[in-house]
């Protein structure tokens, strides 16, 4: 998710005695939002329109019923957890492949790769042809947003889907810089009519005029700006993959502008603002933080550590047609706080947060497709991947494409003055992970580990 802008106005409010003695101790009146949505998750209708929504399950039940389903259904050692479980790649290829032979479909075990929540290791094994990935894994459920996460955790468990789609990124057949990512873009037009509507919020505002003034700005800058349109790059806007850091991006600039409780403790945008200047835009992106990469000297083994994903910002100016362009101005304090909250807070957001930490999925498995490639791993295993090129041989599962999303606006007052900050990303490009990549000779050790079993009908194994 490349690009989230956010657009600020403001006024000052003439107080009264009162006001300003609740303004000494601090308080401050926040007005409600044009835009209370639900937090738990986003889905698009049939016309691509983002929505939040919000599922229940009051009495429990309906996990309950499906925990009791996954230990029924979970056969021997896939009902415990691992804490390094390891899946062959080649052979789990050629186990789908058997099965397309007998007309079957992949399995809900193989898809979601034995259970694996997380990827921490992968080796190769020229001396036997195959590549093998590893990390945590635990027996799983689907969730109440149709996602399948850990019993034990709750962490997304890994799809081959996803994998997939990364591995497609970096065909081996392939020799681009590959960028992948999504915007939240707000329109030209809708810009425009912002600035036209700028210039009829007055500059002062009496106290006793506070609430229906932030409710007309509100109702104003959300009319203004309407839709935004939402772009999907490097990959298919229909993969789950895509709908994950179009979700993430949304969510964070909810949270960021304070229509979203964070889900921890952290500082804000909204909560760290105190001043700004009239048509700023702010701009958020998450980035991959290439600082976890490490590979054995031989390059035949590689380990992800670290939370994986950061925030950055910067400062944009849209001009008198509603164009947009860069600036040589400071990204503000208020800025750069919620920018370095979030990304400290990162590895205890994505505990808590599904979709968090499936974006540090989709990060890994780009880093892990841009190593295949780079070091030339298909070659060396004699592993001919390019059936997971093909729908016929493996197809991703196609969702509603994201086309449009509501611009995220909130109005609040704080002290004197009132604020109106509205939303308008991702930008992946895994191979800037292997220049920052370091060497660690204990990787030849846990290679050796990790050798596959001689029994190839056996693709994962603790």
Not at 5 to 11: N, P, Q, R, T, V
Not at 117 to 130: A, L, M, N, R, W
Not at 273 to 283: I, M, T, V, Y
Not at 429 to 440: P, T
Request: net charge neutral; hydrophobic share 40%.
């Amino acid at each position: 998710m490349r690009l989230f802008l956010f657009f600020l106005i403001s006024a000052t409010c003439v107080t009264s005695a009162s006001a300003d003695e609740r303004e000494e101790e601090g308080f401050s009146e926040p007005i409600a939002t044009t835009v209370q949505l639900p937090t738990f998750g986003v889905s698009f209708d049939a016309d691509g329109v983002l929505q939040c929504v919000r599922r229940t399950d009051p009495t429990g039940r309906l996990i309950l019923e499906r925990l009791a389903a996954a230990r029924q259904e979970l056969p021997g050692r896939l009902a415990f957890r691992s804490p390094n479980r390891k899946v062959s790649l080649v052979r789990l290829h050629k186990a789908i492949r058997d099965r397309g032979i007998r007309g079957e479909d992949a399995t809900s075990v193989m898809r979601h790769l034995a259970g694996l929540t997380q990827i921490t290791s992968v080796y190769c094994y020229p001396e036997s042809g195959d590549i093998v990935v590893a990390g945590p894994a635990e027996p799983w459920i689907t969730d109440l947003r149709g996602e399948a996460v850990g019993i034990h955790t709750g962490r997304p468990t890994l799809h081959l889907d996803d994998f997939v789609v990364a591995l497609r990124a970096y065909a081996p057949t392939n020799g681009r810089r590959v960028f992948v990512g999504c915007t939240i873009n707000p329109r030209v037009e809708g810009l425009g009519k912002l600035q036209a509507f700028q210039r009829k919020i007055p500059k002062v505002v009496n106290d006793n005029q506070r609430a229906q003034v932030a409710r007309w700005v509100a109702e104003g800058v959300q009319e203004s700006l309407g839709m935004a349109d939402v772009r999907v790059f490097g990959i298919p806007a229909t993969s789950h993959f895509a709908r994950v850091m179009v979700e993430a991006d949304y969510r964070m600039k909810r949270i960021a502008v304070g229509v979203e409780i964070p889900p921890v403790k952290m500082a804000t945008f909204a909560s760290s603002l105190k001043a700004s200047r009239n048509g700023e835009l702010q701009r958020w992106w998450f980035t991959p933080n290439y600082d976890g990469v490490l590979s054995s000297p031989d390059r035949l083994a590689m380990r992800l550590s670290g939370q994986g994903v950061q925030l950055q910002t910067e400062l944009k100016e849209f001009l008198p047609d509603g164009s947009m362009q860069g600036t040589n101005q400071k990204a503000s304090k208020a800025m750069e706080t919620f920018a370095r909250s979030f990304t400290l807070k990162y590895g205890d957001i994505a505990q808590v947060d599904r979709v968090y930490a499936q974006l540090r999925q989709m990060v890994d498995y780009l880093i892990v497709a841009a190593y295949f490639r780079e070091f030339d791993w298909y070659a060396k295993a004699k592993w001919d991947a390019s059936e997971f090129s093909e729908d016929d041989f493996y197809a991703i599962e196609e969702l509603q494409n994201p086309a449009t999303a509501p611009v995220v606006v909130n109005v609040f007052w704080k002290q004197r003055r009132l604020f109106a900050p509205a939303g308008g990303g991702v930008s992946i490009v895994a191979q800037d992970a292997l220049d920052k990549m370091m060497d660690d000779s204990d990787l030849l050790r846990d290679r050796a580990e990790g050798q596959p079993m001689k029994d190839d009908r056996h693709w994962w194994w603790d």
